[in-house]
Each structure stands twice: as C-alpha cells, then as structure tokens.
C-alpha cells in the first residue's frame, strides 16, 4: 500500500503535465515551419518582382503619344524618311525614266524566268507600217514579258500614231501577242506655208511629203483644206472632165475653192452653189473648148455673168485685131 499507493498517485499526477508539455512543444515547431513557409514565398514574390525605379512623372503629350499612337510608328517613320529622300534624290537628278526603265526590265526578267516571254506575235490590218515600226510604236521590244505588257497602254501608244485609227490587243497566255490595227488611208497632199505633208480624209496629218509614192494624190492648199478637202473632193469627182485637168485645189480665206488646172488656167469657184459652177464650166469646155483657149483666169464668183481674162499674148493680138478692122474702115463708114 506504501509504495503502490504512491507511486499510483504519482504517475496519475504527472499525466497531465507530459500531454500539455508535449502539445506545446508541436504547437511551436507547426508555427515555426509556417512563419519560415511564409518568409520563404514573399522572398520569392519579391526576388520575381521588377524593381521599380523612382523617376519624375513624363510629360502629358509624351503620354498623349506613347497612348494613342500604335506601336513600331519609329520604325514606320523611319522607313518612310528613307524612302523619300531617295524619291527626292531620283527626282532632283533627273534620274525618273532611268529608275523607271530598270524597275520595268528587272520585273519584265522574272516574268519571262517564269515562262512569260513574248515568243509569238500576230499583227492584222497593217499596209504602210511594218511589223517592227508597229511593235516600236507600242513599246514592245525583246525585254517585255506578256504577264507585266498592259494592253490599254499600248493600244494608246499605237493609237497615237497618226497612220493608225484604232487598234485591238490581245494576250493569249503564256507567250503570245495579238495586235490588229486599221490604218488610216493617204487621202491627199496638203500644202501650207510651203510645207507639203500627206493627209488623210478626216485632215489627219500623217506625215511630211518625202517619198514620191503619194505623188499622184490630189493635191490642196491653204489654211483650213486639210479639214475640208473631203467634201470638196468628192464634188469635184462628179466632173471628171474638170477633175482630169486640175491640179490643185486652193482654199482661200478660208471660205471658197478655186481651182488650178494643169496648163495653169485659174478657175474662181463662188462661195456657194460651188456644184452649179463646176457643172457650168463642165459645160462650157464641152462645148466651147473653154480650157483649150489661150486665157489665164476665169471667174465665177458673180451669179449672173462670167469673166474670162485673156493672157497677154491672147490680148495683145485681140487688142492688135481690132486695131486692123479700124484701119480697114473706108472713109465715111460709120463707127
């Protein structure tokens, strides 16, 4: 009883104390492990964290820019000076057409790399241009490529030629140009402040008088008969009889036509009824062999009468004839 008893006692006294012991001392190793936890992760967060540097606040345009332009603008700005300082540089050198020309050739080179080369050309419709004066006309040379050729370019080029009307492009891939033209046609010889040139029947002029080809074209003369030729022309092939012996009609001031026949006999047409006229003087060769006589003008230009004026030979004789028939006159014969 002595000792058990005790010792009972003892142990049942110091139970308690152990447990709350021991407790204290897991409570202090759990909140140790969680305060170093918690260092280490805000160590880590702020090691992560860019540090942040005190600077003065930037000024409210700077910020205006740097929010409402888009980004990599510098770049953009940058490229866009250098590009135009070379434009500037071309085009202060006079170097356009040169640049032009290059970038057209290198583009032309690829495309024929590629299979585009013009290999094939059909030209329709041409009489008095050539194949190559046709092609040099629309700028197609041996560098073109079909792929980069625009047709409404060269149907311009070619419809600015004075002897082609109109023309017609086609490009049939890979490598084959058509062209079809209509070519105006040499109408007349077309003379003003001596220079003779080759027209056509709208007054077109086609180019200057320097091949005898077109020598035997009628031939006009004056300001404004290029444009009027056509009409006056064709009324006078309705008399062939005085269209066989002119050679060149003269407009003058620009409002009626005289004529000047081979032998150089003048014929002055009215202003009006100009059919009326050439149909008289039509007549009066038929019947009075007007144009065989020895005279240097006619005149037409009064409605009611005509004047013929005689060469100088023809009046002189005229003139020496009348003479003689007063001579002859008898004495007391009356006037």
Request: charged share 30%.
């Amino acid at each position: 009883m002595d000792g058990a008893g005790r010792l009972t006692r003892s142990l049942r006294s110091l139970g308690p104390q152990a447990d709350l012991r021991a407790a204290a001392i897991g409570a202090a190793v759990l909140l140790r492990e969680y305060v170093g936890a918690h260092l280490a992760r805000r160590r880590l967060r702020s090691a992560k964290r860019p540090q942040v540097i005190d600077r003065e606040p930037p000024n409210r345009y700077i910020q205006m820019v740097e929010r409402y332009l888009p980004r990599r603008i510098g770049l953009v700005a940058t490229l866009a000076i250098l590009f135009g300082s070379l434009g500037f540089g071309i085009v202060r050198g006079g170097h356009v057409e040169e640049f032009t020309t290059a970038l057209s050739d290198t583009r032309n080179a690829l495309a024929n790399s590629a299979g585009f080369r013009i290999t094939t050309v059909g030209i329709n419709g041409r009489k008095q241009l050539s194949q190559d004066e046709v092609l040099a006309i629309g700028g197609v040379n041996g560098r073109s490529s079909l792929l980069f050729l625009d047709a409404d370019t060269v149907r311009a080029k070619l419809k600015a030629n004075p002897w082609i009307a109109d023309a017609t492009i086609l490009k049939l891939y890979p490598g084959r140009l058509q062209i079809d033209i209509v070519e105006r046609t040499a109408f007349a010889l077309w003379q003003q402040n001596g220079r003779l040139s080759v027209i056509a029947s709208d007054g077109a002029v086609l180019e200057p008088y320097v091949t005898r080809r077109f020598l035997n074209l009628p031939l006009v003369v004056g300001k404004g008969a290029d444009t009027r030729a056509q009409d006056f022309l064709a009324l006078l092939d309705r008399y062939p009889q005085v269209r066989s012996v002119t050679k060149a009609a003269i407009f003058v001031g620009e409002r009626r036509w005289n004529l000047r026949l081979k032998d150089g006999l003048d014929v002055r047409l009215p202003e009006n009824d100009v059919g009326n006229a050439l149909a008289a003087l039509s007549k009066l060769d038929k019947d009075e062999k007007l144009f065989s006589r020895d005279i240097v003008a006619v005149d037409m230009r009064l409605p009611d009468r005509l004047i013929v004026q005689l060469s100088e030979e023809a009046g002189k004789a005229r003139d020496d004839l009348f003479k003689d028939k007063k001579s002859k006159k008898k004495p007391g014969d009356s006037a």
